[in-house]
């Protein structure tokens, strides 16, 4: 019937309708609704046509058994008709000009009259989308205006393609077709507008639409698809992803899907009316359980004692970490959205989000409500995993500190080699597929000495200015064997003279040997209040070892202080003012030329110094790259670094020395090295010391508070009326400078020079030590030496104190 296509008068497509079977009906011109009652079938030959039909009228078709099953198919939204150019691409379509190819049609024999693939109003309005319907399927009961008519805006309706053969599809085949096209239709909607997130978005599609039942290669296809319409540049570089997903998710390991894409897209609130949508592509709701929970009134808190069992019982792999629930997450790709940049493959912890507890409850338990006929099945309601998430401090699934890629020493010394969930260490330990040989519970000295020799092979190239250095670097690899099992750690400062000396390969190289990859790697902030920001992204993900890279300004701040010395932190979710407390079991490195450490960051850090005697180090060649050799041996040298520390436990930790403070438990693997006559790695703390600039201040402003007031008790009130007129000497004006500068005021103010003398309180520096006391009147502060009075500055004895 190709003459269809050009079809000009209503009166000849009447009768070309009739004789394909479908039973026209005369509209109102330029309007959709009929003349009359249309209710009742009508029989239609020649003379009733003609005496039915104006040349002027639009001209519709009763859709379903009236017209041999005939169904239309009308995309609302022109995302769902460009979606359909493929996922409908074999049925015959037709539109107008600024709607082209918005109805196809097929014969089919749909259960019900009419399907409908809406969005809740206020959710079309956020997508800034005019309608709520996407698309919808109509059939019996229902009727479509056809070409030729005129559409209400003056525009021809057309045909895009001949109706000569209008395909049978099954009624599941349609829906699922209807809905897979609607779902994509909203994902091209909310396609992000710009580069950043768009490869981590196609890679949640790829993970859901390969959970829907769809092939790989119709994944693969898809996803293109979606990238292509929304004018992404790299549109031909988001396919070809499915096969992986595919293998991750045969082998219950975490990959992206529905949940995940939602969460990116800013819909996360769609995810089930998506699911339902894509759910018609899968013929499985992959639920595989027997287990049922009814929702009943009044026992909705046991609804979620039970959702809980179901959920511990069906091993969803959901912990509680801190006030937090978590699980397991490996990045396909890193974003570094938070600051920090991550290594393809690298395993996170992330919070538990509403949309994906809600499909892990799906999968573990049926759920049903009481109905009027008796109990219906429903999807798990959002109030139960509400409820749940909100149980902080009362949760039963299991508490994790942190996340291993190796075999790795519990607190008490003894191994964990089984790969899990490790209820005595709280640690799960993932081996990435990797066969670690058996490491021994008793190692001798001698076999200490050859896993020394192990260890060290990869470092050989490293061009370490001492061997003190050469210790910190192995404290380094054996620290991040054991960090989970050590309450603090300090940090390992890997410092050189000139760029391009190796000290990133270096921690990368170490990283490889504990995880088998390349570290979490970030840039200071513009001050310490950013740092804190991607600091507290590393302990929300529970990074390993994290790497302050290329560090240019002075290294300090509370918060990392903080990192380094407690077993808990108190850290701001990222975009929030929120903070949760978390356990730190992260090692963390810093690496920069000519580092400088401020304030307690220098008790709080071990250096190793990387000099390669030449003027540009960076043209030097290794023999081969420490980092392949690492991820080839990796198996051996884990081994090595425990046979150390297993060793030396084992031995009874026969090399006593002074404890390293805040850093006690950690002191262990100080000693093992020194056993094993390697040089002390707490050494180096000495060249931190000398070169805190916040020391420096100290220092001088006690010498010059020592030459204008001597030894002399000084109120602080009394202090700033003295300091805050003008000064009557050189020693004194000096101070008001210092003690505006080091208080960060143009002004001389008060109280924040208060705030700032009480940090530095009985701290000795260069022989003299501020003191304080307080009474009613307020503190009083005075200079003295730290051992004995000898006035070596001025003279003056020192005054009776008041109190």
Known sequence: MAELMNIVQTIDAARAFVERGWEPIPLQPKGKNPKGSWGTPAVWDDQQIAAG?????????????????????????????????????????????????????????????????????????????????????????????????????????????????????????????GGLCAALAVVLSAYPKVQGDRDNVCLALTGALVRSGLDDNE???????????????????????????????????????????????????????????????????????????????????????????????????????????????????????????????????????????????????????????????????????????????????????????APTLRSDGSLLQTPGYDERSRLLYDNLSVQFPTIPENPSHDDAVEALSRLARPFREFSFSDEASRSVALAAALTALVRGSLPTAPMFAFDAPAAGTGKSLLAETISVIATGHRPAMMSQGMNAEEDQK??????????????????????????????????????????????VRLPQKSVVIATGNNLIFAGDMTRRAIVCRLDAGVERPESRQFQFDPREEAAQDRASL???????????????????????????????????????????????????????PRRDEIAEILTVWRSAYGTRPVRLKDLATDLSGEPTDAPRNELVDLLRLM?????????????????????????????????????????????????ALGGQDQEEMPF
Not at 554 to 577: D, H, N, W, Y
């Open 219 to 405: 994944v693969d296809r898809l996803v293109e698809l979606v990238a292509k319409l929304a004018n992404d540049e790299e549109a031909d570089k988001r396919g070809g992803k499915a096969g992986a997903s595919r293998t991750k998710i045969d082998a219950d390991e975490p990959a992206w899907g529905l949940p995940e894409l939602c969460e990116r897209l800013g819909i996360a609130e769609l995810e089930p009316t998506l699911r339902k949508w894509l759910g018609g592509v899968a013929i499985s709701t992959e639920v595989r359980t027997s287990r049922e929970i009814s929702v009943l009134p009044g026992e909705y808190p046991a609804a979620v004692d039970e959702a809980e069992q179901a959920l511990m019982d069906g091993n969803a792999g959901i912990y509680q970490r801190g006030e937090t629930l978590v699980r397991v997450a490996r990045l396909d790709a890193s974003n570094g959205a938070d600051g920090v940049r991550r290594p393809v493959g690298t395993i996170t912890l992330v919070e538990v989000a509403q949309p994906w507890l809600l499909e892990q409850l799906a999968r573990a338990a049926n759920w049903f409500v009481p109905g009027k006929t008796g109990f219906v099945r429903v999807d798990p309601p959002s109030k139960v995993a509400t409820a749940y998430r909100a149980r902080v401090g009362e949760w039963r699934v299991p508490s994790l500190l942190g996340i291993v890629q």
């Open 53 to 177: 039909f104006s040349p002027n009228d639009n001209i519709g078709v009763a859709l379903g058994g009236r017209s041999n099953g005939l169904v239309d198919i009308d995309f609302d939204w022109p995302e769902a008709a460009r979606i359909a150019d493929t996922v409908f691409a074999d049925l015959p379509s037709f539109g107008r000009p600024s709607s082209p190819r918005s109805h196809r049609i097929a014969r089919c024999n749909l259960s019900k009259g009419r399907l409908v693939f809406q969005l809740p109003a206020k959710k079309a309005d956020a997508l800034l989308v005019d309608r709520t319907t996407v698309l919808e399927i109509r059939g019996d009961k229902h009727q479509t205006m056809f070409p030729p008519s005129i559409h209400p805006t003056g525009e021809v309706v057309r045909w895009d393609q001949e109706p000569d053969n209008v395909p049978e599809l099954a009624a599941d085949d349609l829906e699922r077709r």
């Open 743 to 791: 208080s960060n005021h143009h002004q001389f103010n008060a109280k924040s020079v208060g705030r700032t003398l009480s940090k530095h309180v009985d701290r000795i520096v260069n022989g003299l030590v501020l003191r304080a006391r307080g009474d009613s009147s307020g503190k009083i502060y005075w200079v003295e030496r730290a051992f004995g009075d000898d006035d």
């Open 638 to 692: 884990v081994a090595a670094g425990l046979t150390i520390l297993r060793a030396y436990i084992s031995a009874g930790k026969p090399c006593q020395v002074p404890k390293l403070g805040s850093f006690e438990d950690w002191n262990y693997v100080r000693e093992a090295l020194i056993w094993l006559d390697m040089d002390d790695p707490a050494s180096t703390q000495e060249r931190l010391l000398s070169s805190d």
């Open 534 to 579: 991607r600091l507290s992204s590393v302990l929300m993900a529970g990074d390993p070892i994290i790497v302050m890279d290329n560090c240019e300004r002075p290294i300090g701040g509370e918060f990392l202080c903080s990192m380094l010395t407690q077993e808990i932190v108190q850290a701001r979710v990222l975009g929030k003012s929120q903070m």
